[in-house]
């Protein structure tokens, strides 16, 4: 008797279970990319206000004058007053963080009542607060420290 060996001859049901699985892996995957995605862009964010707050910081011990961070929550950006972009352009210091690879949405700058911190010669702020910032449902916390002038993000 004679054996026929069929090869590279695939079922349409093991087509369709291999589709289930590829489909069940997915479902499970993109959200948790999302989410991941979005861990990273809110990180980022946080992370960068807290360098521009302590490059103001910073800026305002080494001159000894004063130097104010300006946050618009409406737009979605802060200022660094009397600062030069570090991309050596014309104009002011400005972060948008509504743009990549950000694409976050400042949520609240409270400083005592006002969205500007303004830190002075001894690097001291004016006064504590914090800047709330989200992407998507991530959402962070940067502090300024009323009495140190300490920086945390929380």
């Not at 590279?8 to 069940?24: A, F, H, R, Y």
């Not at 997915?26 to 490059?55: E, F, H, I, K, N």
């Not at 009542?113 to 010669?121: I, K, L």
């Not at 702020?125 to 009495?147: H, K, N, R």
Request: glycine content about 8%; overall charge positive.
């Amino acid at each position: 008797m004679i054996r026929r060996v069929r090869r590279g001859v695939v079922s349409l049901l093991e087509l369709v279970l291999v589709s289930v699985i590829i489909v069940v892996f997915a479902a499970v995957a993109v959200p948790r990319y999302g989410r991941a995605s979005a861990r990273y862009q809110s990180d980022l964010a946080v992370r960068r206000v807290a360098s521009d707050l302590a490059q103001a910081q910073s800026y305002a011990r080494t001159t000894g004058a004063s130097q104010t961070v300006v946050f618009s929550v409406a737009a979605n950006r802060y200022q660094l007053m009397n600062a030069l972009p570090l991309d050596g352009a014309s104009g002011s210091y400005t972060v948008d963080l509504a743009a990549a690879p950000y694409r976050a949405r400042l949520v609240s700058a409270n400083f005592n009542g006002a969205a500007q911190v303004v830190f002075n010669g001894w690097g001291l702020p004016d006064s504590g607060g914090s800047v709330v910032v989200a992407v998507g449902l991530q959402q962070q916390t940067i502090t300024v420290d009323a009495e140190t002038g300490q920086i945390s993000v929380q």
